[in-house]
């Protein structure tokens, strides 16, 4: 019976096979089945082997952007589960904030978490991937740009094609509007700031420039005791938490909240692009969605903190809360306005983003805008007038 069944399960005569047709069926079945279990063990053996990635971030471990770099490196690490690994470092541990970039594309470091206004210098185009210009879109917009339409391919052709780096990129966390800062003294007019030094990065210097400011740009770290030492007499960040971690209101009285130097910006996670296609696709993966993971999670993060810390710093810091007069709005446009029409005019390459980068703002932002209510108004209806 057990031969019958056999021989009608290979597809064979219904007749018991011969002894030589028995050990030649039973030679080929173990070898079908051990190859079978190479196809099934191959795989195991690979994903119980760690991939280990050595991030390194711009950021000092008292920043909140280091703990945005810590939560991606962490959900990497969950996806991982065991076969990839980031080992993120802070700040300095193996080279100084502005030159992660370069760390990265020579193979110092697999990866790093900054933000692409950090190497503007080799091309200003770089800002335009994080510090883009304000045309009427916010931070979210601009992610849609760089994952639904034409952003992420611009961006790997000037890092790649342009610049000739050896390097991969994603981005994450759609930041608010940056402040425009931190003053010793009212600041009711653009006049009133003309021949200030001023710390920003990326194209906010050549906007802030363009007003009559001198601009210095610093990372982080650097930035209270240059403040402190008069290397600077004013200075603007990215948001509440990173101020007050700062200790901005032990040296300055009055923050202005609302501009458009940096309307929007977002982190820039780049990988090293030969040890990024040596990865396993499904590795691969994980890092890009996880990317998109931080995005949102980042973002709920800084709604929680950025707005604790500001009624912190309004009332037990001391410092006064202002929101920056609509004069100095206007003129940061009209700054715009200039600084786009000389780049656009000198650099082919920067033409063609913002060219993409108008295209999209205008058919998303005629949407949003003509959708989305006053929250204002409504805000207002609720809890009284915001600063003024």
């Not at 290397?231 to 509440?240: K, Q």
């Not at 980068?357 to 207002?380: F, I, K, N």
């Amino acid at each position: 019976m057990t031969d019958q069944k056999v021989t009608q399960a290979t597809g064979e005569t219904s007749e018991t096979p011969t002894n030589a047709n028995r050990r030649k069926f039973l030679t080929g079945a173990a070898a079908a089945g051990a190859g079978a279990a190479a196809s099934i063990a191959a795989p195991q053996i690979s994903r119980a082997q760690t991939t280990t990635i050595k991030m390194q971030g711009a950021w000092g471990s008292g920043d909140i952007f280091n703990e945005y770099a810590e939560d991606y490196a962490r959900m990497v690490n969950e996806m991982g589960e065991g076969r990839l690994k980031i080992d993120y470092l802070t700040s300095g541990s193996v080279v100084k904030a502005f030159r992660v970039q370069d760390a990265v594309d020579k193979g110092v470091l697999d990866a790093g978490h900054q933000v692409a206004a950090y190497w503007y210098g080799k091309n200003k185009a770089a800002s335009l991937f994080g510090t883009a210009p304000v045309y009427g879109w916010d931070a979210h917009m601009a992610l849609g740009w760089i994952w639904q339409g034409e952003g992420l391919d611009l961006y790997h052709e000037l890092v790649q094609d342009i610049l000739g780096l050896n390097i991969v990129g994603f981005f994450a966390m759609p930041m608010p509007a940056q402040p425009l800062g931190w003053f010793n003294q009212e600041i009711n007019s653009a006049e009133d700031m003309e021949g200030l030094k001023y710390r920003t990065v990326g194209l906010a210097t050549d906007v802030m420039q363009a007003m009559g400011v001198n601009v210095t740009q610093l990372p982080g770290g650097e930035i209270v005791p240059a403040l402190e030492r008069g290397v600077i007499d004013a200075f603007e960040y990215n948001n509440p938490t990173s101020d007050r971690a700062f200790g901005a209101h032990d040296v300055a009285d009055h923050y202005y909240l609302g501009s458009y130097h940096q309307a929007m910006e977002f982190f820039e996670i780049l990988f090293n692009k030969d040890m990024y296609e040596g990865l396993a696709d499904e590795q691969k993966a994980i890092l890009r969605h996880a990317a998109k993971a931080a995005s949102s999670d980042n973002y709920w993060k800084g709604l929680d903190r950025y707005s604790s810390d500001l009624q912190w710093i309004q009332d037990e810091g001391g410092v006064k809360v202002h929101r920056t007069d609509p004069s100095i709005l206007k003129a940061q446009l009209d700054a715009w306005d200039q600084v786009l029409e000389n780049l656009r005019a000198e650099d082919a390459f920067f033409k063609k983003v913002t060219d993409s980068q108008r295209a999209w703002a205008e058919r998303v932002g005629y949407y949003l805008h003509s959708d989305q209510p006053d929250y204002v108004m409504a805000w207002e209806h609720y809890f009284g007038k915001l600063p003024s």
